[in-house]
Every structure is written in structure tokens, then in C-alpha cells.
């Protein structure tokens, strides 16, 4: 059984976002922007079960 959609696409977005602010200088709120999101605050929440809730089969 997969994950749910919703699931991944957030999974996805957290490890684009965690890549994009390890590798460029950017700011939050520019992060939050580029990987879809309109409020800085999601990426302030911790993240261990978003990033965990999926493992690979």
C-alpha cells in the first residue's frame, strides 16, 4: 500500500525545501514560496512525522 497523495506532495515539498535552504542562501520565506507554499509557518513545524510518515518499499 502507498501513501496517500497528500502525504507525498508534502514529503516532496519538505525535502525540497530542506535542499533549498542547505544549498542557497535564502531566506524562509522565499523557501516557503518556492516549493508552494503562502505561509512561512508550515516550514517552522516540526517535520518528523511528515518526512517519516511515507517510507520507501
Known amino acids: 500500500m502507498g501513501c496517500p497523495i497528500y502525504s507525498y506532495v508534502v514529503r ?3 525535502e ?3 535542499q533549498w535552504l542547505l544549498e ?5 520565506g522565499d523557501t ?3 516549493v508552494g507554499y503562502k505561509n512561512t509557518s508550515i516550514l517552522w513545524q516540526p517535520t518528523n512525522s511528515i518526512t517519516t ?4 518499499s
Do not use: E
Open 12 to 14: 516532496l515539498r519538505m
Open 32 to 34: 516557503a514560496h518556492h
Open 53 to 56: 510518515a511515507c517510507p520507501a
Open 16 to 18: 525540497q525545501a530542506r
Open 24 to 28: 542557497r542562501d535564502k531566506s524562509i
